[in-house]
């Protein structure tokens, strides 16, 4: 057993509009003078410690979890799952 | 700062002196860590200690004064109102957000000490001009910290204000209130008086948070200050719900004798005040206490500023019971220690005596005798020439309208829930002061803040005195009885002469006015070193007022909209050439200086009972009292809530001494505007006249959407439409930048 | 209005003797992760589930309502509002549908005068499942301006189609962001009405009559 390190990434979908990362876009960085940032998602995330045989059962792990308990709502967001450096 | 013991501490030679000479040998490291958290300003008001000693502090129904940990006074039928105020600046101007946010939390736990329900808030803020990005980064996340963490826990933000004003720039304050309503026979003291009894620390974990928090809520703000985050707590208001209600249901049991909780100096004050007070001792084994981190030092545990923990004292026979209400709310809670008649706080670790000091040292902190001197700027700013009289007034008003401290502040309060617990009948915006219901009963509790920092600024005297009279006429105007106060005292460095001899006369202002009114101080926050080292720069004096009155009956509720046409409009009170501070000089015309609005605290006391007598016999449809940008504003303010329009003629009170601008925009005190039905003109002069209060017809309000004044050398009108779009976007424009 | 009522702690739910559920409004976990997600999977819930499927009353009030959403009573997501902020006011809203466990007892078209408050009421559903809704007249409240129009500017928080409360296909939950109980007395009501008392009436009628 090693002890694997997973991120999960929760963003809207692009039908639910994303108005935080509109904001800051548009009123902080554009405006303050980075106008080649075209495009700004917000999102939530975590980092998680995983004890699992391998790197490949350490993602199914979480991405069973992830959809079990509905860590994100499949109809309004989207989950990236990324192994992370140790 | 000197090293004592392996540690560094903010204690002056001749109070280390002391403190080795009281023990007999040098403390220890954990000991001299404890008293000097306790001294320091922020715990022990050393400097403020004897100014404080003017305030009035007694009244029949006072059931808890100052020195406790929230104001209790008893409005009848068994039931008690505890409120009080506190101060969060520091953190605040660092970490906005959190800084605000566990003012909330702190301010929460005051009262729930008492054994009562937390149900209202209220902030009373104070941030640089908007045109500073820095100030409105501080403003709008001062804001969503209270908003996120009251919201939460469910109790609702019910009032406040905000002042903007260059001399907050680095140093925002921000003031929290709460009240609490409860049963007069479930109140808790904050003293350990049963030996025996047993300390049962209870909520959040005990970390590395918040050492040296208090140390450096006295110390000024510098550069250095941003490393200083540590010091700040994270909220965490979700524990905080669960210790609300698990305290709440404890309580019902009866066997909680006292109660206190650990908020600025940790286990450390909490302990020592409920020995301290109760005239006991007690032994606490830190083996006991639940850590978040390994390896904590007694000198860590003692001082950590966790959030989120109470110090209940309970009845032996009753622990088991108290425990498993704390396990049913899944709340973290351990037996730490126990209530002895040794007078001294002994702390024991792995067996072993780690620390011991005598309960009461730690509230025997030394006064210091602080230097006064009038400042110079007093005398200099009150003669100044007066502007040039603006020559189209109706410009001149629909300015003010747009002003940061006259603007509607929606943009605040739509973000509290004020609707939760069901108690809100008069909500923000609606009146002068809020209005909640007591349950199960007709009657009411009215709340507000008050302050005026650029009155204040300009004459300590009479703009602390200010404070108090337009508090209580909020309370007034809204049908309600004031009945008690609590301060938060707001200034720079008490070290310097000048700071001080303002602080001093302010109090003076508020001590006079509130023994006239007959309001007792019950309570109150005093917060120095509010000012920027770099800058040299202190903050305006900010005295800000909580004031608490009772309504008999919610039939006598009365709001500042106008509410039909035809209504007549009263002016009640004289107006004076007093535009010193105002906003009007500040926003208009760039000024600082002038003569202040003087208080007459005879005159005050005589218009308030006005007030409450000519709405008690339902005289009055509106009520609105006169204070920043004058009658013109107060008047321009009912026609917007109420989407009324008037017709107003001023020959009634113009005199050759008074200009124009003067008439319209002075902010003098003791002024009411009201409007009536017309039937009832002469009972409300009669009544004016039994409380000798000058008494004027202005006008009438019309269905017409205009704010129309005539005078004899010329017309001013204003357009509703116009005046709301000014007045209530003018915030939330800033804000979106 | 004379029903009997009990406030159960979570943990102690153990049967579903009650003829309804209500889940009121709040900040159930500190609304940590989203709003409602935790709670729903409270055991308490599981019995809440079996109450529905008896075809009995269930009402969610604000964070009641995103606790019904997460645990799949009822269809759809509540996101944050469009405004960023927490939004505590008075809105209108328009009845879409008398044909409810709540609504039995209110006109069509009704104006009703309620108080919102919360940061997550944005009601977004994928366009299919909006159809849906439509077709099956589960839309119970659209917020409208004073006149019962359907405008943006009625629509405090962004959501999808104005809709502020839906109720299921057997037509027996309901989730609604304002909240009637605050709506309910005359003295609450800035506009002296007492609107919200007529969700529980329906309840009381759709009870006395099963």
Redesign the interface.
Known sequence: MTEYTISIVIENKPAARDPEGMTIQKNLINRGGYSMITGVRSGKYFRMKVDASSPDEAKEIVFKMTNDLRIFNPIAHVCTINMEET | MPMVSGVKVDLKPDELKYIKKTLGRTPNMVEIGMIDIMWSEHCSYKSSTPVLKMLPTKASYVVAGPGEDAGVIDIGDGMVVTFRIESHNHPSAIVPYDGAATGIGGIVRDILCKGARPVALLDPLRFGSLTSGHSRWLFEYVIKGIADYGNCIGVPTVGGEVEFDDSFETNCLVNVCCLGIGRKEDFVPSKATNVGDVLILMGGSTGRDGLGGVTFASRVLTDKSEEDRPAVQIADPFTKKLIIEATLEAIQTGYVHGLKDLGGGGLTCAASELAGGGGTGVDIDLNKIFLREPGMIPYEIMLSESQERMAFIVDPQGVEAVLNIFKKWEVACAVIGEVTDTEIMRLMKDGEVVGELPAKILDDAPVIPRQTRKPAYIDKLKHIESPELPRNLTETIYQLLGSPNIADMGWVYHQYDHEVGVRTVVKPGQSDAAVLRVLNTDRGIAVTTDGNSRHTYLDPYHGGAGCVAEACRNIVAVGAKPLAMVDALNFGSPEDPEIFWTFSETVRGIADICKVLELPCVGGKVSFYNEDEARKKAVKPSPVLMVVGSLDSLENITTMDFKQGGDLIILLGDTFNELGGSEYYHFIHHLEGGIVPQTDSQREKQVLECIMDAINQKLVTACHDCSKGGLAIAIAKMCMKGNLGAQIDLTPIESPELRMDELLFSESHSRFILSIKKDHLNAIKELADQHSVPVYLLGKVTQEPTFALSYSSGKIKCELDKMKKIWLETIPKIMKG | MHMDADLI?H?YFRDSEYNAAILP???S??????AG?IA??SPAMDIVKEMAKEGKPVLGICNGFQILV?SGLL???L??N????????WVHLRTETSNSAFTNEIEKGAILKM?I?H?EGRY????N?LKELNENDQIVFRYCDENGEITSEANPN?AFENIAGICNIERNVLGLMP?P??AS?L??S?YRSSDGLKIFQSLKQFLEGR
């Open positions: 702690w943990a409004g709040g900040f976990y500190g609304d940590h992760l989203r997600i729903a999977f997460e269809p759809g997501a996101l944050q469009d405004c960023l902020t927490f939004v505590c006011k108080p408050a940061g977004f559903n994928e366009e499942s962004g909240h109980e605050r007395e003295i609450l800035p």
